[in-house]
C-alpha cells in the first residue's frame, strides 16, 4: 500500500518511509546484482575449466581414473602396520606429481590402494582411437603413496636389517628407478630447492640407528668401530666420492675376495661425523654438472657403513646402501650418441646382474653371477651367508608421460620377488 501524498501531517513519516523502502529496494537489487555477479563467474570458471579440459588430451583419462578410483576402497600402509622380517624386501614409493608435470597436465597414472598393492592406469587407444584404460595390478612387500614420508619409507625398508649387520650378516638396500622418480630424495635426503636434509634420508637414518645399536646393552660390550665409505661407479670406473673422485682400481685374490684398492674408509665416533660424509661425498658426486646432463643419473652410488671390532681387519658386518643409476638408459635408442648407448648398454648389464644376484641371495647353494658386472663385483660379500638380507626400494613417477618407464620398474622389482614367492609355494 502506498500512503496518500500531499498530507502535511504525514510528510515526515512518509519520507522516513520512503527512505526504508527505497534502502531495501536498493539493498535487494544489490544482492541480486551481486548474485547475478556471482553467477556469471562461476558460469564463466565452469566454462573455462571445460575449455581446459578439452585442450588437455588426456581429460578423458583422467576422468576415467577418477571413476576408477572411485570404486576402490583405500586402506594405505600406516605407521603402525607389522614390519615383515624378510631375507629379500621389495616395495615400491610412489613420488607426488612435481610442478614440472603439473604444468604439462599430466594425469597421476598410479593408485595405491592398500598397503602392497599397486593399479596403473595405462591409457591406451583402440584401432578405431576411442580411449580405454589397461589397469595392470601388481603386488609388493610394501606400497608407499605420494603421502609417505621418508621416516615412514625408512621404518619398513632399511631399519629393520639394521641389526643384520650386528648379528654377522651383510645388509644391502637399493633404490631402483627412472630418473627422476626420486632415488637421491629417498636414499640422500629430501631436498629443499639445491639444499637437502642428509638427516631425513636412509643413508643418515641407518647411521642413526647404527649408533644407538652400537651402545645397546647387547652390543655396548662388543667393542665394536665404525667407519664409512661411499663411492661412485661409472660404467667400469670407480672413484671414490670422499677423495675427490680419485679413481679407484677393483681386484679380486685367488679366494675371489673382491678389494677396492685404496678406497676411503673414515673412522667416525657419532652421527654428525657420518652426516658430513655424506654431505661431502653427495656434493662431490653432483659437482660440475648441470642437471640437464647429469652424471649421477649414469652412476650407481654406493655409500657403506662397516662394523669391525676395535683394531681388527676383520669385517664383522657391512650396510651397502646404493642410489642406483638411472634405468631408463636401456631405451636410448640409435637417435642417442655412441658414448651414451656404450653407457646405457653397461647401467643395463649391471642392472639385469643384479636382479640375478639378489635372486641367487634367495637361493640356497645358487651360482652367483656377480662377475657380471662391476657393481655386483664390488658387492659380492653381500650376497654371499644365509644371515645377509637385502631390501629393493623401486620409485616410480605418476605422472603418464612416465607410464612406460614406470611399468618397466615395476616388472623388474616383481622378477625380483617372484621367485621369493615360488620359494615359499615350495616349501
Ligand atoms: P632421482 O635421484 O631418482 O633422479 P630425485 O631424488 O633427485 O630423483 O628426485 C627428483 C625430484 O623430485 C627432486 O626435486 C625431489 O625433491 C623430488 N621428489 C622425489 N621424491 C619425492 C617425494 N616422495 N616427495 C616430494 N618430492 C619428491
Ligand atoms: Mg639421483
Known sequence: KSPKKGTRSKRESIYDYKSEAAKKVEMIA?????????????KALKEQLVQLEHNNPYWEFAQMINEYRASLEFKPLRETDPVIENQITVCVRKRP???????????DVVSVPTRNQLVVHEPKHKVDLTKYLENQHFRFDYVFDDSCTNDL???????????????????????????????????????????????????????????????????????YAISASFFEIYGK?????????????????????????????????????????IQKGSLERTSGQTSANSNSSRSHAVFQIILRKNGSKHIDGKFSLIDLAGNERGADNNKSNRQTRIEGADINKSLLALKECIRALGRKGAHLPFRGSKLTQVLRD??????????????????????????????????????????????
Open 237 to 277: 670406473l670407480v672413484f671414490d666420492l670422499l677423495a675427490k673422485k680419485q679413481r679407484l682400481r677393483v681386484l679380486e685374490d685367488g679366494k675371489q675376495q673382491v678389494q677396492v684398492v685404496g678406497l676411503t674408509e673414515r673412522a667416525v665416533t657419532k652421527v654428525e661425523h657420518v652426516l658430513e660424509l
Open 30 to 42: 544489490k544482492s541480486r546484482d551481486e548474485r547475478r555477479q556471482r553467477q556469471a563467474d562461476e
Open 97 to 107: 606429481l612435481n610442478d614440472k608435470e603439473i604444468r604439462r597436465r599430466e594425469v
Open 382 to 427: 653381500s650376497f654371499i651367508g644365509e644371515k645377509s638380507r637385502t631390501c629393493m626400494i623401486a620409485l616410480i613417477s605418476p605422472g603418464n608421460f612416465s607410464v612406460d618407464h614406470s611399468l618397466n620398474t615395476l616388472r623388474y622389482a616383481d622378477r625380483v620377488k617372484e621367485l621369493i614367492a615360488n620359494d615359499n609355494l615350495e616349501v
Open 153 to 223: 619409507v625408512y621404518k619398513f625398508t632399511a631399519k629393520p636389517l639394521v641389526k643384520t649387520i650386528f648379528e654377522g650378516g651383510m645388509a644391502t638396500c637399493f633404490a631402483y628407478g627412472q630418473t627422476g622418480s626420486g632415488k637421491t630424495h629417498t636414499m640422500g635426503g629430501e631436498f629443499k630447492g639445491k639444499q637437502q636434509n642428509f638427516k631425513s634420508g636412509i643413508y643418515g637414518l641407518v647411521a642413526q640407528d647404527v649408533f644407538k645399536l652400537l651402545s645397546h646393552p647387547k652390543y655396548a660390550k662388543m667393542n
